[in-house]
């Protein structure tokens, strides 16, 4: 018999990324949001959820959760990244219902935190909003204050507790947590959970993409409270591009009028650049290069040469992204635009 919270799984359950977030994980700890969720498609080694879920309960329940977490990694190291963070998901919520809120300890940055975003969804369920200050304080714990990928977890975990409809509410929460900067963490998991959302049911798994009104195709961004817009705006590429050419994409950040927010939108179209690029320095620029003006060209361009930052095997090529503009200052200026976070020391 499926145990109560799995319904929940079934209605509820998203994730991200980080396509947020593959770039968007530092520690700062340079690893966090790295693999971006909505890279995520059908999961075939999860063609059994329930299967799954009952194995990995059996294994916590046999050797304890640090033991089976272990050997969950290897079993799924060979496997494809959707597979690898929906599995994740699978193990979160087994572990939180095996080991309780201790757990937390246990879940890690493997397979872009994928274990997190279903236990704390687990711990939201059990103990309302009010457990969120502790699971903030267990991610800084492990990661410290700048290891944002776990609180990424955490705003997924509020949308699919609180659903789409309170998304405001969910914003509200991330905005108590230690985390000050106007991207990522909380709210970058928020913003995701919203238009990418990870469903399971019994047999796989499935990005389920929000639907865009082409009459308004900033969705809820220009509505909310100005200390959301950044990050709001910033999330639009990973939605955006499955819907636009980045020509499109491009067009609709210049239409923003406000200069901050704008930049936040030039910004997320190269965060989605470089993974779907395979990180490759002149695919990226490329497609920089399709933005409508120069400033959207040179912001996108740090958006990526930060999405080569965030991944620590990509980092040495980071500042290739600003490399070939015409003066010494606007490849400064693009380096500078790129330091997301100030963790570059440009």
């Known amino acids: 018999m499926l145990p109560k919270f799995l319904f929940l799984i079934l209605i509820f359950l998203t994730v991200f990324l980080v396509l947020e977030a593959r770039s968007i994980f530092f520690s700062v700890n340079p690893s966090g949001e790295i693999e971006n969720d909505s890279n995520i498609e059908n999961s075939e080694a999860l063609i059994n959820f329930l299967e799954q879920q009952q ?12 033991l089976a977490y272990e050997e969950f990694k290897e079993k799924y190291g060979s496997y494809d990244f959707g597979t690898q963070h929906a ?3 699978v193990f979160g919520e087994v572990l939180y219902e095996g080991e309780g809120i201790e757990g937390v300890a246990i879940c890690d940055s493997t397979f872009s935190f994928g274990c997190y975003h279903s236990f704390f969804l687990r711990a939201l369920s059990e103990h309302g909003k009010d457990i969120v200050l502790e699971m903030d304080e267990a991610c800084i714990e492990k990661y410290g204050v700048g290891g944002v990928g776990c609180q990424h977890g955490i705003g997924h975990g509020l949308v699919q507790y609180l659903g789409p409809d309170r998304l405001g509410e969910a914003l509200e ?3 108590t947590l230690a985390w000050e900067n106007p991207l990522f963490g909380c709210q970058g998991g928020v913003f995701m959970e919203y238009t990418l ?9 499935v990005l389920a993409i929000k639907d865009i009104d082409n009459n308004n195709p900033y969705d809820v961004c220009p509505q909310l409270p100005d200390k959301f817009q950044e990050a709001c705006y910033y999330s639009l590429g990973q939605w955006w591009e499955k819907f636009f050419t980045y020509e499109k994409m491009g067009q609709l950040c210049a239409k923003v009028v406000n200069s901050k927010t704008r930049e936040s939108c030039y910004l997320g179209i190269g965060n989605i650049v470089a993974p779907s690029s395979n990180y490759n320095i002149q695919g990226a620029i490329d497609s920089c290069r399709k933005m409508p003006d120069f400033e959207g ?12 930052f965030a991944l620590p095997e990509m980092r040495s090529d980071s500042l290739k992204l600003c490399e070939g503009f015409k003066n010494d200052d606007n490849e400064h200026l693009c380096a500078q635009k790129s330091d997301l976070v100030g963790e570059r020391n440009l």
């Open 55 to 66: 194995f990995w309960a059996k294994r916590i329940d046999e050797t304890g959760g640090t």
């Open 87 to 89: 599995g994740a998901h």
């Open 173 to 175: 929460v991330c905005a």
């Open 197 to 205: 959302p990870l469903v399971f049911d019994l047999e796989n798994s």
């Open 297 to 308: 060209e040179l912001v996108c361009r740090a958006g990526a040469s930060w999405a080569f």
